[in-house]
């Protein structure tokens, strides 16, 4: 009888670990939404999540010595399922209410984390009280630390699994509310799996005087979960350059993670069984310590490897995937021992769910405190890499306080690999990040902000810089995206020349707010997240004006989804400068919720702006976020700039673009001259399309990007590997709205499907516009770049003079002469 009731046991372990994790996923997402993207408020829900697990497992841990265990376990998962929808349920009311609950004047990160507690803290305090309850049938059912053990493994297991169910199929498939719904009937449904245990009479006798636990145990299983969740924190910077940032990306880590732990757990169950139990703690934490500096030796080694050549696509990213993801296990798999360690030590007869409840309370607050302790001491203290051996070396304290604690010195001397490791981690591996995409380029500026890695890289002879954020190239100097940041700083104003006030969400490199205040406005409100980004600007100061200096700006450190709908404040203008939509978190502001919210805070007559990028962007999700924008605004055009970019115009009134407005300036007409947009040639700035052109039948029937269900939250597992090859499919989508042939748009077509010879044909054929000259200088110095990479000077020195002639303001063509004729433009040796 008991090997069944074991079995269902082990199966109600697996399933509610998949159901919960899958609720989690649903709600880090609905939350993002809600409480917005900022590293402070993700920390909030996850401490929220970790402290509901801990202190469930603290009550209903002593509860484990009732004779009505089976029937509390049951009641208490039915709780957490039904619990489980309170997101769902109080999201929108929340939503609606945030402007009225910051005008009561609380900070805006304390309102966050109290959201966040109130939403998910129910569900995971009745969720935390499965581990112990079932620890207590396994014991009533003759069964010891492994038996709790290896129910620990089947969770974790299924919680891996109901990750990667959410993040790869669900949330794509049946969105959010859907998803959660399917999650909370599992959940209720894994409560008839739990077994009818009849409690043991001398069992609960023993348990009644056994203290059920040690506080020297609890004190370090604690620390380490501390320590434990720090860690994720550091790989989910580290390994971001090797898989991207992407939904998918860091549903793998976490996915990773908790195989991980099963892993670790499962084998843990007979290891070191020659070991006191705190010794055997302390070796496990030694070695967790020494295996957790592998994903920063993986950002390292791995670009090295040449697996990111192998030559059948398939075979390259299982590859490139699943060594950054093996980088983590053997890490992950001993704090997943720690747990059968830390229960050998603490355990007493007759007192295994007590036991497993004050542990997992302890575990659990020590690792609600993890996410604050990398991101509000060590990221802003250290950086992300010296945080690594920080927590290194701390993971060696642990491990030496549990040595001794066990009397057994030479297991404290086994954090003295780690301490090794931890000294020479800096000196062998750089910071994932300062290392420069390609040999011509040097570092100018690097910073492991608490809230993300920014670089800008430079190279001498040209002056080209590139802005990346977590190594995800933001802002090149180039002339496709000049056109596209001074495009959007200056057309908002074109269409509402009056503007008196502006919002931009997302600073950049600066360039957007910089085109805007070329404009005489009063005032101009910039949201951005990450502070390094506006220290990075600085080197953009030819770029953009530097208008972090001007007194009419003023920077808010926020997350913008968040800050625009808790404002009661209108805008005459606001502008969305955010990153890709394919990002992991900025989909947010590609909803229709989020239009909504930004078309209530237009003053009237104001004006919105939103840059889509072209690159990565398949042409449903292109189609996709044009209808989403033109189903919230009356009216709405739709421009583009530099061939692969676009940029989205919305209003609650009619629309006209005064293209003499965009020049009124000096400091704007400089601007739009340097990327040759002349106020003589207005076609050039006006749209391809507008109104009733991007509302379409065929662009209605595409959909929408709702909070519920956002296609464009994984565009990544659509696009193709080049990220070039949708910027063509979309212009010629989005010119054949307004039914444009022309050959300027025509040849740069051709120049981003690297159709030189053709694109050079276009713009001499596109009637001898500024911009047409300014493109035809690109492409001819293009092509002679590549011939002199070819070995073939003479030949890029006769296509450099041809770019000189076509456009003398073009400076590339010149500096690149310079180069190819043995001297830079200030007439020093060449070299690079």
Do not use: K
């Not at 199966?11 to 919960?20: P, S």
């Not at 209410?97 to 984390?113: N, Q, T």
């Not at 305090?125 to 010891?144: C, N, R, T």
């Not at 993971?395 to 404290?412: K, N, P």
């Amino acid at each position: 009888m008991f090997r069944a009731a074991g079995t269902r046991l082990t199966a109600f372990a697996f399933a509610a670990g998949a159901a919960v994790l899958a609720a989690e996923v649903v709600w880090s997402r609905s939350l993002l939404v809600l409480l917005g993207g900022s590293v402070d408020a993700s920390a909030a829900v996850l401490s929220a999540v970790m402290a509901g697990f801990a202190l469930g497992s603290g009550y209903f841990g002593r509860l484990g010595r009732s004779p009505h265990a089976t029937r509390i376990l049951r009641t208490a998962v039915l709780l957490a399922a039904a619990s489980s929808l309170l997101p769902a349920v109080l999201a929108d009311p929340l939503r609606s209410s945030w402007p009225s609950i910051l005008s009561l004047g609380l900070p805006p990160a304390a309102a966050r984390a109290a959201s966040g507690f109130l939403l998910v803290f129910p569900s995971c305090f009745f969720a935390g009280g499965a581990l112990p309850l079932m620890s207590s049938l396994a014991e009533a059912m003759g069964g010891g630390t492994e038996r709790a053990s290896g129910l620990y493994a089947a969770n974790s297991a299924g919680s891996a699994l109901g990750g990667l169910a959410a993040g790869f199929v669900l949330l794509e498939a049946i969105g959010s509310s859907s998803t959660l719904l399917l999650s909370a009937a599992m959940l209720a449904a894994c409560a008839f799996l739990v077994p009818s245990v009849p409690a043991r009479a001398d069992a609960r006798e023993r348990a009644a005087g056994a203290p059920g636990g040690t506080g020297l145990v609890c004190v370090l299983y604690g620390a380490s979960g501390a320590i434990a969740l720090a860690w994720e924190c550091v790989w989910a910077r580290q390994l971001t350059y090797l898989l991207g940032n992407s939904t998918y990306a860091f549903c793998l880590m976490s996915s990773a993670a908790l195989g991980g732990m099963a892993l670790g757990a499962w084998a843990g169950r007979g290891l070191w069984r020659n070991l006191p139990p705190l010794a055997s703690f302390g070796a496990v934490e030694a070695a967790l310590a020494s295996c957790a500096l592998l994903p920063l030796a993986c950002t390292a080694i791995l670009p090295a490897s040449g697996l990111a050549g192998l030559r059948i696509p398939v075979l390259r990213d299982l590859a490139w995937n699943g060594a950054a993801l093996l980088s983590m296990i053997p890490a992950t798999a001993f704090m997943g021992a720690t747990f059968p360690a830390a229960l050998r030590a603490a355990v007493r007869p007759g007192s295994l769910g007590p036991s497993v409840g004050r542990l997992a309370m302890a575990n659990g607050l020590g690792a609600a405190a993890g996410p604050f302790l990398a991101s509000r001491l060590l990221f802003p203290l250290s950086g992300v890499t010296a945080s690594a051996s920080v927590l290194a070396v701390g993971g060696a304290g642990l491990a030496a306080a549990a040595g001794l604690a066990s009397g057994r010195r030479r297991t404290a001397l086994a954090g003295a690999l780690p301490l090794l490791l931890a000294a020479s981690a800096p000196i062998l591996f750089r910071a994932p990040g300062s290392r420069p995409p390609s040999g011509d380029l040097e570092l100018r500026m690097f910073d492991e902000d608490r809230t993300a890695t920014v670089a800008v890289f430079g190279r001498e002879w040209d002056g080209y810089l590139s802005l990346r954020i977590n190594g995800v190239e933001e802002v090149p100097i180039d002339q496709a995206s000049l056109e596209a940041f001074y495009l959007l700083g200056n057309l908002p104003w074109g269409y509402d020349p009056g503007a008196r006030s502006a919002l931009v969400i997302a600073y950049g490199a600066g360039m957007t707010a910089g085109a805007l205040l070329s404009h005489p406005l009063d005032t101009l409100v910039c949201v951005e997240l990450c502070p390094a980004v506006v220290r990075a600007s600085q080197l953009f100061s030819a770029y953009n004006g530097r208008p972090d200096l001007d007194s009419r700006f003023h920077l808010v450190g926020d997350d913008g989804r968040n800050f625009v709908a808790g404002s009661s404040r209108p805008y005459d203008l606001i502008v969305c400068d955010a990153t890709h939509p394919g990002s992991a978190d900025s989909w947010v502001l590609y909803t229709r919720e989020f239009y909504e919210d930004v078309l209530s805070r237009l003053a009237p007559g104001g004006v919105a702006a939103q840059w889509v990028p072209l690159h990565s962007l398949p042409l449903e999700d292109f189609r996709r976020i044009i209808n989403t924008w033109s189903t919230v605004f009356p009216y709405c055009a739709l421009h583009l700039a530099g061939g692969r970019h676009a940029v989205l115009i919305g209003s609650g009134s009619p629309l006209e673009l005064h293209s003499a407005a965009l020049f009124d300036t000096p400091r704007a007409a400089s601007m739009l001259r340097s990327v040759a947009y002349d106020p003589g040639e207005p076609e050039r700035l006006s749209a391809v399309a507008s109104d009733d052109e991007l509302r379409r039948p065929d662009i209605a029937a595409s959909g929408l990007n709702t909070d519920d269900r956002a296609p464009c939250q994984f565009i990544r597992r659509r696009a193709p590997r080049d990220p070039q090859v949708t910027i063509a499919p979309d212009a010629s989508f989005a010119l054949s709205l307004g039914g444009l042939a022309d050959e300027l748009f025509y040849g740069q077509l051709l120049y981003w499907q690297t159709d030189l010879p053709g694109a050079v044909r276009a713009f001499r054929q596109a009637g001898g516009s500024a911009l047409a000259r300014r493109w035809l200088a690109v492409s001819l110095t293009t092509a002679a770049e590549r011939l002199e990479a070819g070995g073939d000077p003479e030949g890029a020195l006769t296509l450099l003079s041809e770019a000189i002639a076509a456009d003398p303001s073009w400076p590339r063509a010149s500096d690149l002469e310079g180069l190819v004729r043995g001297e830079l433009p200030g007439g020093a040796p060449a070299s690079r």
